[in-house]
C-alpha cells in the first residue's frame, strides 16, 4: 500500500472528537512553559512587575509582595517563578496540589 494510500485510510478511520479531548498533561505544560520563560530571560530582562501589571496581567500572590516591596526594577523583574514550590511541583507532579490564584502553574492543573 502506498504511503498516500495509507494515510488516507488513517484519516477516514480516525475518530476527530477523540483526538480534541486529549490535553497535554499539566507535568508538559509547565515544563514548556518554564522552557520558554527561561527563553525569554536569556534575551533579556522581563518587564518589570509594576508594568507587567499595568498590561493588565494579574499578578500571583508572590508577584504582588514583590511589586509593592521598595526594591529596584532589577528584582521585580526577576522571575520569581523560579524560585517558586509551585513551578518544582507542576513540573514534577501530575495533578499537584497548587491553589494560588493567577499562578500559570495551578491553571496548567485545570482547576
Known amino acids: 500500500m ?3 494510500d495509507f494515510l488516507a485510510l488513517m484519516a477516514s ?17 509547565s515544563r514548556i512553559y518554564s522552557a520558554l520563560i527561561r527563553r525569554l530571560e536569556a534575551d533579556g530582562p ?14 500571583c500572590v508572590f508577584e504582588n509582595v514583590a511589586a509593592t516591596a521598595p526594591v ?6 526577576f522571575n520569581l517563578c523560579r524560585l517558586c ?4 511541583m507542576g513540573e514534577r507532579i501530575e495533578g499537584a496540589p497548587i491553589f494560588w490564584p ?10
Open 13 to 29: 478511520t480516525s475518530n476527530e472528537s477523540a483526538a480534541a479531548d486529549i490535553k497535554a498533561p499539566s507535568r508538559l505544560k
Open 85 to 88: 514550590h509551585a513551578r518544582v
Open 46 to 59: 522581563l518587564l518589570d512587575l509594576s508594568s507587567t501589571k499595568a498590561s493588565g496581567r494579574d499578578l
Open 2 to 4: 502506498a504511503n498516500e
Open 102 to 111: 493567577h499562578c500559570p502553574y495551578a491553571e496548567f492543573q485545570g482547576r
Open 72 to 77: 529596584g526594577t532589577r528584582a521585580t523583574s
